[in-house]
């Protein structure tokens, strides 16, 4: 009798916790607007200098009905980025989701500015991924999200697709996240590096394989596509690339589907610097305007080594003469020796003029399906 | 040992990821921290051999029945009660920080009390059941969960974009005098022996614990230092770390899961930490609520023959939680927390005295009544 009493009171306190059930002022999906991409842009105005513009997704009954994609496209001008995403909310019917923004472009004039600032921003709000992908947009932020390419599905922007490691293989694509941004800006020795997304409205394309490499004080360098497919290749993030080899006798593409950089750097008692790029690549032909026998692939192999040792050393004397540093050698050279010991200043000195050393092994497997 | 003696310790060094200690770590990571850190582990290491021996020289005896034996009685009671507040206010710490973190990252549009009373009524049961059904829960989070987190952790330290050079650099700040804060906090992380005082309870027979058994919980735990202190700084820089605010969140929120059913790995991560700090919490105010228990006589107060006592003293943590949540701010929870950590330093080893001293009495007293 008395357990029973007992059960009873049991289920009148469960009862009352019931209303705490209804869970926490969550809101209807569809009262939401899930904002595909942010872009941030410079105005002339200059009491509001920032122009956020944001990519709303705008969402379909039913998977059937959406042939094509839709977006809304909300824009405005204000002191802050904050500030106009406060006055975006008076505009937007909804309450804005910016959790599930995968993309920041910041528009090419945004790089003259101070970008620590705004990366910062981007950093400290919690809701804002910092896995999403930060790229220029060239010309501005703006064409670059009112851009829909042809081939665009209802269900994923294509954008994404670039830079997602499900859509394009290209070696062309860098993948920068923004807390790889914020961490470039941030520390001495590195400098960050941020693809540049070009839209061509006549073939309705994306071109994304250039990129700029941010530097402190100058103006940002810009990569040409050969250049930021080698930086892909040195930083081991490209899942593939190719090589064209090319002599007097040979012109041939040959795919490289195995590589492997590694970086060193030495120090001489003097404070001279040696930077050494060992590369290994191994691959297969796969387009060559003459026959070539297996037997005589040693040769080709010759042949691209001291072309990709050409084109890599290119590469790096260029960065060395420009000051830049994409790739990190400054941090190399702080991990080398006590932190008291470390004179930046001298580094940087030094990083111009440290010496070069490139090593391939550059092994074809095979000349493709045909001799 | 027993298993369940491993999942005490365990479970106090992995549940720090969320709490204070990383981000006390990076505050001082150009000011002593690594040294502090390494030298822990020597503390750390004398702990869990001093604890462990003393409680296993007496098995199925809690630190009150051990007290009550040798010690004049107000001494008892003082140090039971201050070592009841010392538990609470660990169990405190998770549970604000958890909160601060719920509310910034999945639920940013409820009330801050909400969140706090939700956790609160669901820790009731934890401060409330028996010691050994809450070990035996304990259990179930652990193998639930520990994988899972281990697997985000290899995910961590395999992604490429973890800079190994960041890492190397904090590496150069070791020639630097070892920071007493962080010390203090990496020592917190051996201190899951500590819930001894209670839990020996359980142990009821006389388990194998000598250096081989040491050895394996201090590599443990320098692998969760490493671990908490260099992957933020592998992901964020050094400087990038030093500014976080939650440093492990934010490391979460930069990895990526490309072919997980979730993408953003901040979500499950906060979702698991979830599920170990809510465990932590519980054995920690577990603790705090049998100590008052042995100090007071609980019995006595009664409304229809059923005490009452229990249920005032879990309205108190409750209300004292909210209070707490409510009023401090992110500053003042880094600052307080870095003091009780300093403090809790000096504690324990104000602990070795006594359990010395309490060792020799008890001896004496077994060989003058046998």
């Known amino acids: 009798m008395k357990k029973t009493v007992r059960d009873k009171w049991f289920i009148v306190i469960l009862l009352t916790f019931l209303p705490l059930l209804s869970s926490c002022g969550f809101k209807d999906i569809d009262k939401n607007a899930f904002v595909a991409a942010i872009g941030i842009d410079m105005s002339d105005d200059k009491e509001k200098p920032f122009k956020v513009t944001l990519k709303i997704f705008v969402p379909a009954v039913s998977f059937k009905q959406a042939t094509e994609p839709k977006y809304a496209y909300v824009s405005m001008e204000a002191r802050t980025i904050g500030d106009a995403l406060r006055l975006l909310e008076a505009k937007i019917e909804r309450r804005m989701e910016l959790g599930h923004s995968k993309l920041i472009v910041l528009g090419e004039d945004v790089l003259d500015e101070d970008l620590s600032e705004l990366t910062d921003f981007l950093m400290r709000r919690a809701d804002i991924q910092l896995i999403s992908w930060a790229v220029v947009g060239r010309p501005n932020a703006e064409e670059i999200l009112n851009a829909i390419p042809v081939s665009e599905s209802a269900t994923y922007p294509s954008l994404y697709n670039f830079f997602d490691v499900n859509g394009s293989n290209s070696p062309y694509v860098i993948v920068t996240h923004l807390f790889e941004l914020h961490r470039g800006f941030i520390e001495d020795g590195v400098n960050p590096i941020i693809p540049i997304v070009e839209f061509s409205k006549e073939n309705s394309t994306y071109t994304i394989d250039k990129a700029f490499v941010l530097l402190d004080e100058t103006e940002p360098l810009e990569l040409s596509p050969d250049e930021t497919k080698v930086f892909n290749v040195l930083t081991n993030s490209a899942t593939r690339t190719d090589v064209i080899i090319e002599d007097r006798e040979i012109l041939a593409v040959a795919l490289i589907d195995q590589y492997k950089s590694k970086l060193k750097l030495n120090m001489d008692e003097r404070g001279k610097a040696k930077l050494s790029a060992d590369l290994e690549m191994i691959g297969s032909l ?86 | 040992m027993s298993r369940f003696y491993y999942y005490l310790v365990y479970l106090n060094m992995v549940v720090n990821i969320v709490a204070s200690v990383p ?79 719920l509310l910034r990252f999945l639920v940013p549009d409820m009330p801050l009390l909400l969140v706090v009373i939700n956790l609160v009524l669901f820790l009731c049961f934890g401060i409330l059941i028996q010691t050994d059904r809450l070990l035996y829960s304990v259990e179930i989070v652990i193998v639930l969960f520990f994988p899972l987190i281990l697997f985000i952790l290899a995910k961590a330290g395999t992604t490429e974009k973890l800079r190994w050079d960041y890492v190397r650099i904090a590496v150069t700040y070791i020639n630097q005098t070892p920071n007493f804060e962080s010390f203090a906090a990496a020592s917190f992380l051996f201190l899951g022996v500590a819930n001894l005082v209670i839990f020996n309870r359980f142990f009821t027979t006389k388990q194998q614990f000598g250096l081989k058994q040491l050895f394996t919980v201090v590599i443990v735990g320098l692998i969760a230092l490493l671990v908490t202190y260099f992957i933020p700084i592998g992901f964020h820089g050094l400087k990038g770390a030093e500014s976080l605010v939650y440093p492990w969140i934010a490391t979460s ?118």
């Open chain 2, 253 to 370: 929120d930069a990895l990526r899961m490309e072919y997980g059913v979730i993408e953003r790995v901040v979500f499950i991560f906060l979702l698991f930490y979830f599920a170990i700090s809510f465990i932590s919490i519980s054995i920690h105010w577990h603790v705090s609520f049998q100590l008052l228990k042995s100090t007071f006589d609980f019995g006595r107060f009664r409304i229809k023959s059923i005490p009452v006592m229990p249920f005032l003293i879990t309205l108190l943590f409750g209300v004292l939680s909210a209070y707490a949540t409510l009023r401090l701010t992110e500053h003042q929870l880094f600052i307080y927390t870095s003091f009780y950590y300093k403090l809790l330093t000096f504690s324990f080893v104000g602990t070795f005295a006594l359990f010395w001293w309490m060792k020799r009495r008890l001896k004496h007293e077994k060989n003058s009544s046998g």
């Open chain 1, 286 to 371: 796969v387009e060559s305007e003459q026959k070539i026998k297996s037997g005589e692939l040693s040769r080709v192999n010759k042949v691209a080594k001291e072309d990709v040792e050409r084109t890599v050393k290119d590469f790096l004397q260029r960065l060395a003469d420009e000051g830049a540093d994409p790739l990190g050698i400054g941090l190399k050279y702080r991990g080398s020796k006590l932190h008291n010991e470390i004179d930046f200043k001298e580094w940087e000195k030094a990083y111009k003029n440290m010496e070069i050393d490139v090593n391939v092994k550059f092994d074809l497997k095979s000349t493709g399906a045909t001799y």
């Open chain 2, 23 to 101: 981000s006390i770590f990076l505050h001082y990571s150009r000011e002593g921290a690594l040294l502090g850190i390494l030298l822990s582990v020597f503390f750390g290491a004398l702990i869990i051999w001093v604890y462990t021996r003393f409680f296993n020289a007496f098995p199925g005896k809690g630190l009150p029945e051990l007290l009550k034996l040798v010690m004049p009685n107000w001494f008892t009671k003082a140090a039971l009660l201050y070592f009841s507040a010392v538990w609470f206010i660990a169990g405190l710490i998770t549970l604000v920080t958890f909160s601060f973190l």
